[in-house]
Structure formats: structure tokens, C-alpha cells
């Protein structure tokens, strides 16, 4: 089974230019976390999903970046405008959590590299 | 103080060494996650924990939830085992689990021939 999926795997654009990034998280995970991570730092939390619902999106920059995840599958992390600062790696993970007290795996995808010029 | 903290941070060892790193949590838990990233590379899970012992490989994993401790242990450690080890956790409320990640600030491990 594919894991977890995400493109472009690179992005060069223009500081002021608009950038989306698109994951398909393994088949049936229902939690969905986009994250930002410099380099040679771990991974931040931008937005975390359960199904279709945002369910921790207080460190995502609003004026700038949304997401969504339609029908609880894919997802959608865009960029508008970008900045000099956005450069970074996004990186998609997913897992099945069921419940509240059985936590699942968590599956990384190999990331989104950007790089504003 | 980070609720989430590893030890050490960076460590240098000879190829064969037995290699320990830890992680100490300051929250309430449903399972600590330990993952790999080579330079450059995607982030690798290795282990899910929330109680006991895990061992796959060379690889082996423990937590103690009392002392909210885990550690990950590498045997006969080899130059591509070479990479950031990061221990997470997932934060657990009086509610159940929030599925909420908190992060280490990641251990680089450089294993040298």
C-alpha cells in the first residue's frame, strides 16, 4: 500500500506568488497534520485534521495560508502570498486514531520543499 | 522547559557502539512515537509506545510511564544509522487523547566507520 503522498515534492516560485501543496494521507487515516520544518529544527504544527474537521489550527498564519480537507481524504495546504520566510519543507503525516484513547501510528510523507526567491 | 525533552542533543559514537538516547515528557500521554530523519530525507516512523518494549532489528524501545521515560536504544550501531532521532508524543487530556503532537527538539546521531 502507498504511503503517504504529497506534491510538488519541489517548489521554487517568487516572494508575492501563490503556492499549493496537495497530500494524500494512507486510505482510511482519519488524522490529517500539516507541518512546517526549517532546516536543521523539528516539525511545527500549522493545522491538524480529524476527517473534515480542523481541529487545531491555532499556530496556522491565517492572513496568508489556508487549508482544507474535502470529504475527510485529501487535503490542500496553499500559500498567498508567499513570503522570503515561507521557504521551508511542508510536510504531510497522517494516522487512524481510534477514538480518544487508542492513539494510531503516525506516517510521514516525504515532504514539500519550498523555496521563495 | 519544553514539555517534550531529549538527551543529548548531539552524539558522536564509533560504528559498533551500543547507542542510547532519551526522552523525558512532562504531560499526560496516549502513545510516544520515536522517528528518524536522515540529512535531507523524509521523517521515518520507528516505534509507537505506551507501554513496555518494543524491539524490531537493531532497534529497541522503552517506556516507563510512571517516570515518564522512554528511551531508544541502538545495537551494534552502524554509519547509516546516521540521522536526527525525534521522540514525540501524543498529548493525552482527563478526556482521553488529543491527538495533539509535541515534539523533541531531536537528537543528531553521527556514527563514524
Known amino acids: 500500500e502507498a504511503g503517504v503522498v504529497q506534491s510538488p515534492r519541489y517548489k521554487i516560485i517568487e516572494k508575492k506568488q501563490p503556492v499549493a501543496f496537495w497530500c494524500n494521507p494512507i486510505?482510511?487515516?482519519?488524522?490529517l497534520y500539516w507541518y512546517l520544518q526549517n532546516l536543521g529544527q523539528g516539525p511545527e504544527l500549522l493545522i491538524r485534521?480529524?476527517?473534515?474537521?480542523?481541529?487545531?489550527d491555532s499556530q496556522l498564519p491565517k492572513d496568508r495560508f489556508s487549508a482544507e480537507r474535502l470529504k475527510g481524504v485529501d487535503s490542500t495546504l496553499k500559500i498567498q502570498p508567499a513570503e522570503l520566510g515561507d521557504s521551508a519543507v511542508y510536510l504531510c503525516?497522517?494516522?487512524?486514531?481510534?477514538?480518544?484513547?487508542?492513539?494510531?501510528?503516525?506516517?510521514f510523507g516525504e515532504g514539500s520543499r519550498l523555496t521563495v526567491l | 522547559k519544553n514539555e517534550v525533552e531529549q538527551s543529548p542533543q548531539n552524539l558522536t559514537a564509533q560504528e559498533g557502539e551500543f547507542i542510547t538516547i532519551n526522552c523525558s515528557y512532562s504531560v499526560g500521554i496516549s502513545a510516544l512515537h520515536w522517528l528518524q530523519q536522515h540529512p535531507g530525507g523524509g521523517i521515518v516512523s520507528l516505534f509507537m509506545?505506551?507501554?513496555g518494549k518494543k524491539k524490531h532489528g537493531r532497534l529497541i524501545a522503552t517506556i516507563n510511564i510512571q517516570e515518564k521515560h522512554s528511551s531508544l536504544h541502538i545495537t551494534a550501531s552502524h554509519p547509516r544509522d546516521s540521522a536526527v532521532y525525534i521522540c514525540a508524543v501524543k498529548g493525552r487530556s482527563d478526556g482521553g487523547a488529543t491527538n495533539k503532537l509535541i515534539f523533541g527538539t531531536g537528537t543528531l546521531l553521527a556514527v563514524q566507520p
Open positions: 503525516a497522517s494516522s487512524l486514531d481510534l477514538g480518544t484513547s487508542v492513539a494510531g501510528e503516525l506516517f
Open positions: 485534521y480529524e476527517n473534515e474537521e480542523a481541529v487545531d
Open positions: 509506545l505506551s507501554s
Open positions: 486510505s482510511g487515516h482519519n488524522t
